[in-house]
């Protein structure tokens, strides 16, 4: 079956601190994995994509096949960070599947 | 990158009633798609709206209650049928490019 999971619901850090936000997937093909982060009062959109292997915003995310993760890491939160992220998974066909978000909420 | 733009952003409707929310964007695209994203819970996809056919409707989610629209490569409407509280949440329009989603700003509706 095809599930992006996404353990915690709400995440609480100080600024400053490190943040990681876990993601599991389950998918019998090569993964093409996504997250998407939405802050107050804006639009849904890309964070980064794990074939980019970018830095965004101070944001990382390792595909790891053996565990079937992609976890979003980052050494520093700041307070600009709180907000809704969401892991994805390309699954063709133009479909992509989301997991249940997790919200991020740095603390001053 | 596309530009989506959604009308209404927001409305209150009555139950039993009817509300067809539009979904413009800025280049042609093959495949919108039309999501549902309830508080605190993820996005579910209602359908996929494929210009010059019908829509492909998610498990759960069908035609008469959710019919859709898509006239040209630019364009798409969901009307969301008979409504109840229950069909409260934020609708959403989106295309793909690159393997890469693109949101429009969301329709909140709420039914009383």
């Known amino acids: 079956a095809q599930r992006v999971t996404q353990p915690e619901k709400l995440l609480s850090v100080f600024k400053g601190a490190p943040v990681e936000l876990k993601c599991n997937y389950s998918y019998s093909g090569s993964p093409e994995l996504f997250w998407y982060v939405q802050y107050s009062r804006q639009r849904l959109q890309l964070l980064l994509r794990?074939?980019s292997r970018e830095s965004i915003k101070g944001f990382t995310a390792d595909l790891n096949k053996g565990e079937t993760s992609f976890h979003l890491k980052k050494p520093f939160a700041q307070e600009e960070d709180s907000a809704m992220y969401y892991c994805a998974l390309y699954t063709g066909g133009f479909k992509t599947i989301f997991g249940a978000g997790t919200r991020l909420f740095v603390k001053a | 990158s596309a530009v989506i733009s959604q009308k209404p952003s927001r409305d209150i409707c009555q139950r039993g009633t009817s509300l067809t929310i539009q979904c413009q964007v800025d280049?042609?695209?093959?495949?919108m798609f039309w999501y549902r994203q309830q508080p605190g819970q993820s996005l579910t996809l209602i359908a996929t709206a494929n210009q010059g056919s019908e829509a492909t409707y998610e498990s759960g989610f069908v035609i008469d209650k959710f019919p859709i629209s898509r006239p040209n490569l630019t364009f798409s409407t969901l009307t969301v049928s008979n409504m109840s509280p229950e069909d409260s949440s934020i609708y959403l329009c989106?295309?793909?490019?690159?393997?890469?989603?693109?949101f429009g700003p969301g329709t909140r509706l709420t039914v009383t």
């Open positions: 794990h074939i």
């Open positions: 989106s295309v793909e490019e690159s393997r890469e989603q693109y």
């Open positions: 280049s042609q695209v093959t495949m």
